[in-house]
């Protein structure tokens, strides 16, 4: 009887250590992490921007956002759906955003793109300002510290963005010069290279900026003596 109750106790602490014994936790498969595998160097090559100005937007869009989860079925972290907008910007191509940021299918990377690029469209505005008359003089002397030129307020440009055919009767004014649908995106940058105005429109430039709010709010007379510099074969008038 001693013997049975003896091999019942240790039965039970058996049993008791067993219990005691904690399942490890099933983690999932860590993503590799740009910040930390690529040099300084690198990484701008990469997302064209360096990684403390990353770190800083991914900070300012963060509060709008609540899907920065971790671990496989929980969502992407927010870091890296900004590193895959940030490569699908530089590159234009999900493939190569793919492979550059691993254990994130295509349909993903989309998703991520889609929703980052709106989180950075809500800062737009607080970012992209055209100066008020005083601080636009300032500019200028900066140009004119750069290149001897006076007066000029900013540089003026503009670039063909490709889409699909959006169709429709006037799917003619979205085909450019080259051929193909655009966007033609209207910039005026300051002498930091940083956007004071951007624009989108289906026709020429030239229409676009005599039609636009800018050129109304030059025309008023409180920018009078300064203009925009613009390349040649855009026709952009003098503020007097």
């Known amino acids: 009887m001693a013997a049975l109750d003896e091999i019942i106790d240790e039965e039970m602490f058996e049993m008791e ?6 399942i490890p936790r099933i983690v999932p498969k860590d993503r590799n992490d740009p ?3 690529l040099s300084g160097e690198e990484f701008l090559e990469r997302f064209r921007l360096p990684k403390d100005a990353v770190r800083d ?6 509060p709008r956002t609540h899907v920065d989860r971790l671990g496989t079925g929980c969502g992407i972290p927010l870091h890296l759906k900004m590193l895959v907008t940030l490569r699908y910007l530089a590159t234009g ?10 254990d994130i299918a295509k349909s993903s990377a989309c998703r991520a793109v889609g929703e980052v690029v709106q989180l950075i469209a809500f800062l737009a505005p607080d970012y992209i300002k055209f100066p008020q008359p005083e601080e636009a003089r300032q500019m200028a002397s900066k140009f004119y ?14 670039t ?9 009767n006037n799917v003619e004014m979205y085909r450019c010069r080259k051929g193909f649908y ?14 004071m105005q951007v624009g989108l429109a289906a026709y020429m430039t030239q229409e676009y900026f005599f039609n636009c709010l800018i050129c109304h709010l030059l025309d008023k007379g409180d920018y009078r003596g300064l203009y925009l510099l613009g390349i040649v074969g855009i026709r952009v008038r003098n503020i007097y």
């Open 17 to 22: 250590e067993l219990r005691r014994v904690r």
């Open 35 to 37: 910040f930390h595998y």
């Open 57 to 62: 937007l991914i900070e300012e869009v963060r």
């Open 93 to 102: 191509s999900f493939l190569l955003t793919v492979a550059d940021i691993m």
């Open 145 to 158: 510290d750069i290149a001897g030129m006076p007066g000029v307020l900013g540089c003026i440009d503009c």
């Open 160 to 168: 063909h963005i490709p889409i699909q055919s959006p169709g429709g």
């Open 182 to 195: 655009s966007l033609n995106v209207q910039g005026i940058c300051d002498s930091e290279l940083k956007f």
